[in-house]
């Protein structure tokens, strides 16, 4: 039976845990960042010759650790593609925007064990030769960011942030700025123009790679508050120690958030791809199942701009034969690895972790209208088929759920969505869209009914039952 | 209610700018700040921060129509944000939002935040509140209630209505 395997969330729900720095201290807090300073140059067999700080950047690219804010780029890759010559300083920016609808593991680290977030941090300025650093914290989390503050004063007192960081010579300092509500500051180039004090207007790649024009034009890292803390981790077991942890390409711990018609909703953090999405749901080390009577409808795998899964769909997975060959192998849902690439193999993303479960007694039309009206309010406006296109499908959806529907809604529906995906600045017009285009196709029956039952109700000139 | 920031707060504030390389960062956490101390940001509060952060005043005014956390008009002392995404709707949110506004004598068919005529509750529909495990949540002014019921509705509105006195 598969089990939590707690690297990151090891303390944080013990009895007597608390968030001060005396307590992390005496948990093995701090070691790590002691370690990661004291770290010796390296001279590789080539003869090459690495600094202290590329010696630890070098070991998060060898982790194989992934980031686990949405998108699931290496983390180690990201780093190096940092622009080091421009003579513009680096700057490092913590997204704690999470606001990816069910979504509610950063939550857990910021609450309950933000030093583990502030030496994750630390570590990462350094190996990245930053020295301002910022934690960009979503605005509906004021004790999150109170918290923070009390863990970052806590740890220049004790001389592992400020100038001459434990008297390496090393001067690094890190703030907490706010959002105020917009999901779209989640997002790596909005976050930074709303840091710059502006609109989260997402900026164009090319060629604003935050790597290369970020913060004020210079090179920036973003990286999400688990990825950070995972850093903590790999500069304490060493890379390959880490990377044993998950499956190959997927390596480490993440924290699954699990909501909707589940017994125990909740936050289970597992080796990468060592829990299938039927574990998850059934296993009474996590969801515990669903509620008695019910069948599994459909899932939402990753956050919910993910693609939606239905119950009974088979994959067709990519797998290591007996005889070390390349074979397909038909997959249930439920017996789908969680983890990056199988979910991307079933056509659909793990994004920020987040599964949202919804059983037998749950309306596609009604689930789907809701997260429309989501995207309709959340787009920041720059582009136009994602501004129109988000409210026309809101619109189309909110009728549709109202007694209004036409038996062609789930064509017009997927040709909005359609219009939107790959014509926008950023890939909240995709986030947008996806929802859509994978609900409407798997349960086009649900949606072509519901607009035919509208129909006729109207032409016997009545009222249909569930408009409301 | 005339517009005057106290020193202690100025000087906090004066502070916070100092935390970036350029002031116009700090537009965020001064309209934060401004909107804890008077309640709303006014149109005195955008002008002000304009003035100590180098900026026109549109440059601030347009972050406040921007995110929907800054409040041109007074807000209710108790204010209630229920969380209308699809885990919370899955667990009954759109209810406890009748809930609410029933007891507050508010109209249950408006969309959009709604204060009531005593000025003692704003209540509105908000997105993902980043708690979907406890669904339904619920945040009364800094504090999120988790798995929310209707008597933590009927508690919440009790405490409201003991508050008197103005933002
Ligand atoms: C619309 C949108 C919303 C996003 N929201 C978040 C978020 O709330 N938190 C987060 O960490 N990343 C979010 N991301 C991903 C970030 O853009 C970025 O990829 C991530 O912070 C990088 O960190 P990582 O490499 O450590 O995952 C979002 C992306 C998009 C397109
Ligand atoms: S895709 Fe949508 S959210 Fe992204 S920049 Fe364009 S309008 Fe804004
Ligand atoms: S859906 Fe309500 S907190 Fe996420």
Known sequence: ?????????????????????????????????????????????????????????????????????????????????????????????????????????????????????????????????????????????????????????????????????????????????????????????????????????????????????????????????????????????????????????????????????????????????????????????????????????????????????????????????????????????????????????????????????????????????????????ESCGQCTPCREGALWLAKGLERLSHGGGRSEDAEYLLHIAQNIQGRTICAFGEAAAWPVLSFVKKFKDDFVARGKADEEARARGVVPAHHH | MSFKVPPQLEAQLDELATHYPQKRSASLMFLHALQEHFGHVSREAVEWTAGKLGLQPINVHELVTFYPMFRREPLGRTHVKVCRTLSCALAGSASLRRHFIEKLGLNPSLHGPQTTPDGAFTVEFVECLASCGTAPVVMVNDDLVEKCTTSDCDRVVASGRGKGGTR
């Not at chain 1, 090459?48 to 180690?76: C, H, I, M, N, Y």
């Not at chain 1, 680096?90 to 979504?103: M, Q, R």
Request: glycine letters at 12%.
């Open chain 1, 1 to 377: 039976m598969p089990n939590e395997h707690r690297l990151i969330l090891k303390h944080a729900d013990q009895a007597g845990y608390t968030p001060d720095i005396e307590c992390y201290q005496r948990h093995g807090g701090y070691e790590a960042l002691r370690k990661a300073l004291a770290t010796p140059a390296r001279e590789l067999p080539d003869g090459k010759k690495q600094t202290p700080q590329e010696v630890v950047r070098d070991e998060v690219l060898k982790s194989g650790l992934r980031g686990r804010g949405g998108a699931g780029f290496s983390a180690g890759l990201k780093w190096s593609f940092v622009d080091r010559k421009s003579g513009k300083p680096i700057y490092l920016v913590c997204n704690a925007d999470e606001s990816e609808p069910g979504t509610f593991k950063d939550r857990q680290i910021i609450h309950k064990d933000p030093h583990q977030l502030v030496e994750g941090m630390i570590i990462s300025c350094w190996a990245n030769d930053v020295r301002l650093a910022y934690i960009y914290i979503r605005g509906e989390m004021p004790h999150g960011a109170r918290l923070l503050n009390q863990a970052l004063s806590e740890a220049r007192a004790k001389g592992f942030l400020g100038k001459n960081i434990l008297g390496t010579g090393y001067d690094l300092e890190i703030h907490v700025h706010r959002g105020a509500g917009a999901y779209i500051c989640g997002e790596e180039t909005g976050l930074i123009e709303s840091l710059e004090g502006k609109r989260a207007y997402p900026r164009i790649k090319p060629p604003y790679f935050p790597a290369v024009l970020g913060l004020y034009m210079s090179p920036t890292i973003v990286n999400n508050v688990e990825t950070l803390c995972a850093v903590r981790h790999i500069v304490t077991m060493g890379a390959g120690e880490y990377a044993r942890l998950g499956t190959p390409n997927n390596t480490g711990t993440r924290i699954v958030s699990l909501s909707g018609d589940v017994v125990r909703p909740g936050y289970f953090e597992i080796e990468v791809g060592k829990a299938t999405i039927g574990e998850l749901i059934f296993d009474p080390n996590f969801g515990g199942g669903l509620k008695p009577g019910r069948k599994l409808k459909a899932i939402i795998p990753g956050g919910s701009s993910s693609k939606v899964l239905k119950a009974g769909e088979k994959f067709r997975l990519k797998r290591k034969g007996a005889d070390g060959q390349m074979v397909q192998v038909e997959t249930d849902l439920l017996d789908l690895p969680y983890d990056f690439d199988s979910l991307q193999q079933a056509g659909t993303m793990s994004g920020s972790g987040a599964i949202i479960v919804m059983d037998d007694t749950r309306d596609m039309v009604d689930a789907l209208a809701n997260l429309s009206e989501f995207y309709a309010h």
